[in-house]
């Protein structure tokens, strides 16, 4: 009789492959319709921004263009519709009104969460009625409030709606104030910090979580925005990115072909931010969730 072989490997059982069931069908089938949905007007926006107005007038939506190196209507979208002033005004918006955020929402959940103080209850009960009332309503007494300070046509007018509105942060910030313990500020107390040294020195740094989440909520928030800006800003020197496409639309018609490349340049920042910070970016949406 042979001995066995004692150094031979072990063969492994073969996997046996798992037949598609209805259910993993139709979360593929869901994936890429969701997909298609996505995809299908950015590809259409990037077709017609390659095309001539012949082209954008006789062809269909994802007809394709006939030069594929036709950048005119880019240089026309950047020029015409002065992109770069209007980057560097929405720029401008972005740092003060996120700034501002973030300091205001989270002194507000700081003050709420840490003080006992008479209207507490009130306060809170403010901010929840505020979320419920649709900013619509209230544009009329907002534009006059805003025009009573002499700030129409001024870029402060839609800095300060951005930072004066934003009650979610001020829930976000609360959430995670409420996590840090108590004993971190009775033992600064007794070193004898103040309350705004210990917002300062303990409770701020370790809000990052906080701060990264209600910085990429509010970025795409007033990047996006085309109403208060359309509204509060008149001239076209202090227009933003979303208002800057809007000089291609006319009373008989709108430059499309000059609109879908203006979308395009507009795009191409967020993504760049995007493929650069994506990491935080799912570290502040997950432990926001979280929280």
């Known amino acids: 009789m042979t001995s066995p072989d004692l150094t031979a490997t072990p063969r ?12 993993g069908v139709l979360i593929h089938l869901s994936l890429l319709v969701a997909s298609a949905v996505v995809l299908l007007p950015l590809a259409v926006v990037l077709l017609t921004s390659l095309k001539t107005s012949e082209e954008v ?5 994802l007809s394709l263009p006939g030069n594929w190196f036709n950048l005119d209507n880019y240089v026309t979208a950047f020029v015409d519709g002065k992109m770069l002033t209007a980057f560097g ?4 918006i972005l740092v003060f009104s996120i700034g501002g955020t973030v300091v205001i929402g989270s002194m507000t959940a700081y003050a709420v969460d840490r003080f006992d103080f008479r209207g507490r209850k009130l306060v809170m009960a403010g901010f929840l009625i505020a979320t419920l009332v649709p900013g619509v309503t209230t544009q009329v007494a907002t534009f006059q409030v805003i025009n009573g300070f002499g700030l129409i046509d001024t870029r ?14 001020v829930y976000i910030f609360l ?15 007794l070193d004898g910090a103040n309350a705004f ?31 208060i800006p359309f509204l509060y800003l008149h001239s076209e020197d202090l227009g933003t990115i979303s208002t800057a496409l809007f000089r291609f639309k ?24 995007f493929l650069l910070l994506q990491r935080w970016i799912y570290n502040g949406f997950a432990q926001g969730a979280t929280k």
Not at 178 to 189: H, M, N, Q, W, Y
Not at 197 to 225: C, E, Q, S
């Open 175 to 189: 959430q995670f104030i409420r996590g840090i313990p108590v004993s971190l500020d009775e033992a600064a107390r």
């Open 156 to 169: 402060w007018a839609p800095i300060l709606l951005y930072m004066g509105t934003d009650i979610v942060s």
């Open 57 to 61: 007038g006789n062809g269909g939506a």
């Open 12 to 23: 492994r059982p073969r996997a046996s492959r798992r037949r598609p069931t209805a259910g």
């Open 89 to 92: 005004n929405t720029g401008f």
């Open 250 to 273: 006319g009373p008989f018609g709108a430059h499309w072909e000059a609109i879908s490349a203006g979308a395009i340049l507009v795009i191409l920042p967020t993504l760049a931010v």
């Open 197 to 227: 040294t210990i917002y300062r020195r303990i409770i701020f740094p370790l809000l990052k979580p906080a701060i990264a989440t209600v910085v990429i909520i509010k970025g795409i928030t007033t990047y996006n925005d085309f109403y």
